[in-house]
Each structure stands twice: as C-alpha cells, then as structure tokens.
C-alpha cells in the first residue's frame, strides 16, 4: 500500500495536544512513525524563559537546530550555545541537556531523530563542566555554525545549506537550510527515503503528485519515499525551509514536472512508497 504525504500545521504549538517534557518544554510532533513516517520523527519544542529539558540520552541520533531565540545545549558537561540555525549533532547514547538561557524570551528547537519511534532515557549522572565554541577531536558530537556554512545554489534563486550528514559526523539522518527568491522552485524530484520539511519563513506551495498545499509558519510536510513533490515560492517575499532526510547525505532523483503536477502517473515512475 503506497503512503502518502504527512502535513502538521505549525500552529498546533499553541493547541492542547502537544506534549510536556518538563517544567516550560513542550513539543509539537511533526512526523513520526505513528504518522506515517519511516526511520525519521522531527519535532518543535518550546523553551519558555529559564526552562531546562534535564541529562537524558536517546538510542539513536538527534540533531537540534535552533530556529528562535538560542539554546544551551550541555554534552557530558561540554556546553555549547546555539544560535539560530546552528546544527548540532548527538551520536545514540550521548547524554545532552538542553536549556534556554534568556530569562525574558522562549526559544524553539527543531529536533530530527534516526527513528520513527522516538524514545528518551533519564541520565543521572555527574560530568566536568567546561565551555565550547566549537566540537574537536575528543567530542562524539559535531556543530556546525549557520554562519560560516557552505552556501550553494541548488536550483536558480533557490540557496541551500548542508547542516548535518554523514560527511560532517551526523548518522542516520541529514538536513539543511534552503532560502527561495520569489517566483523560485527546485524541480519536481523524490527520494530514496522520508523527507521532512518545516517552512521556517514566508509562505510556500507543496507540491505532491498532483495536490497543492499552501504551507507556512513552521507548517511542515514529510514526504515519503519515491513521491513525487517539490516546494514553490509564489509570493512576493523569500521563504525558507529546513528539511531533513532519512538518511546519511542527500540524495535528489529530478524527474519530469508533470509527476508533481499530477499529469503523469505514479506508476510510470516504477517505484512505490511502501
């Protein structure tokens, strides 16, 4: 049985069915195996003012990047503060705590998870404390600042950023940032696995084999493997993306634009999102 698209409205962050990790954290589920999702759950969390998510580790990687306000994040006593669009790294079984440390201004996290099953375990345990502005040889984790990423155009008016990948430490899953000029657009194209992509400013149109959707405000579609689909920015303004893939690096099948616009069947493509 083919799958198809999951669409989360980023306006359920203010809604009663998100759920408490602690004391001012709460979190928004945008994909996940429950949904419909595979190897690949991401999240919005909300830290209000001085709120802490306290040590736990997970049996699979995370990676966190900012998206409002900043963030401590602490690894084995490490402690890192991250800043919007930094992308931070934790390999499975590596204990982290995560804060905000402004005292007047919630901040929002953007979580991807190697899992379509999420799960956390409390650590309790003590660790040396030290600073970092940068991750090094002795650290599992990897950072890597949004600031002095490398910048491509993956498509005329549309630039991107590679945040985390196999290549710069991640396992299991691969992300970035994407900014679309107005009237700008990829090709319609797919994926050899889940894709998740939360429209982080402006407004956008999903396009998925043949349906439109019009997303924006932390709005975020997770497409499943082999669907056709591509993101349109038909408004005035830019619109930016993070997007997330199940798996180690990137990876972009470009196939006719008829596949996305629903004039072309599925079953040419001779491929199935089971």
């Given at each position: 049985?083919?799958?198809?698209?999951?669409?989360?409205?980023?306006?359920?962050?203010?809604?009663?069915?998100?759920?408490?990790?602690?004391?001012?954290?709460?979190?928004?589920?945008?994909?996940?195996?429950?949904?419909?999702?595979?190897?690949?759950?991401?999240?919005?969390?909300?830290?209000?003012?001085?709120?802490?998510?306290?040590?736990?580790?997970?049996?699979?990687?995370?990676?966190?990047?900012?998206?409002?306000?900043?963030?401590?994040?602490?690894?084995?006593?490490?402690?890192?503060?991250?800043?919007?669009?930094?992308?931070?790294?934790?390999?499975?079984?590596?204990?982290?705590?995560?804060?905000?440390?402004?005292?007047?201004?919630?901040?929002?996290?953007?979580?991807?998870?190697?899992?379509?099953?999420?799960?956390?375990?409390?650590?309790?345990?003590?660790?040396?404390?030290?600073?970092?502005?940068?991750?090094?040889?002795?650290?599992?984790?990897?950072?890597?600042?949004?600031?002095?990423?490398?910048?491509?155009?993956?498509?005329?008016?549309?630039?991107?950023?590679?945040?985390?990948?196999?290549?710069?430490?991640?396992?299991?899953?691969?992300?970035?940032?994407?900014?679309f000029a107005p009237g700008s657009s990829l090709p319609?194209?797919?994926?050899?696995?889940?894709?998740?992509?939360?429209?982080?400013?402006?407004?956008?149109?999903?396009?998925?084999?043949?349906?439109?959707?019009?997303?924006?405000?932390?709005?975020?579609?997770?497409?499943?493997?082999?669907?056709?689909?591509?993101?349109?920015?038909?408004?005035?303004?830019?619109?930016?993306?993070?997007?997330?893939?199940?798996?180690?690096?990137?990876?972009?099948?470009?196939?006719?634009?008829?596949?996305?616009?629903?004039?072309?069947?599925?079953?040419?493509?001779?491929?199935?999102?089971?």
């Amino acid at each position: 049985m083919n799958r198809t698209e999951i669409l989360t409205r980023g306006t359920g962050l203010d809604g009663e069915n998100i759920l408490a990790l602690a004391e001012g954290v709460r979190t928004l589920v945008l994909a996940t195996g429950a949904m419909g999702s595979r190897g690949l759950t991401t999240a919005l969390t909300r830290f209000q003012p001085g709120a802490t998510l306290p040590y736990h580790k997970h049996a699979f990687s995370e990676v966190i990047v900012v998206l409002e306000g900043e963030a401590d994040v602490t690894v084995e006593g490490r402690t890192y503060r991250v800043t919007p669009f930094d992308a931070l790294h934790l390999p499975q079984g590596t204990a982290h705590t995560v804060c905000n440390p402004q005292q007047t201004q919630p901040a929002l996290l953007h979580s991807s998870f190697a899992a379509d099953v999420p799960t956390r375990e409390a650590v309790a345990a003590t660790f040396p404390a030290s600073q970092r502005i940068a991750t090094g040889p002795d650290c599992p984790e990897s950072l890597v600042r949004f600031a002095t990423s490398a910048v491509y155009e993956l498509a005329p008016q549309s630039m991107f950023r590679d945040l985390f990948a196999k290549r710069f430490g991640s396992q299991g899953i691969c992300g970035g940032y994407g900014v679309f000029a107005p009237g700008s657009s990829l090709p319609c194209h797919i994926h050899g696995y889940d894709e998740s992509i939360t429209i982080v400013e402006g407004t956008a149109i999903c396009q998925v084999a043949g349906k439109e959707y019009e997303v924006g405000g932390y709005d975020t579609a997770c497409i499943p493997t082999g669907r056709p689909h591509r993101f349109l920015n038909r408004s005035q303004k830019p619109m930016a993306m993070v997007w997330v893939y199940a798996g180690d690096e990137p990876d972009r099948t470009i196939i006719d634009s008829g596949y996305c616009e629903g004039l072309r069947p599925m079953a040419e493509l001779g491929v199935a999102s089971t």
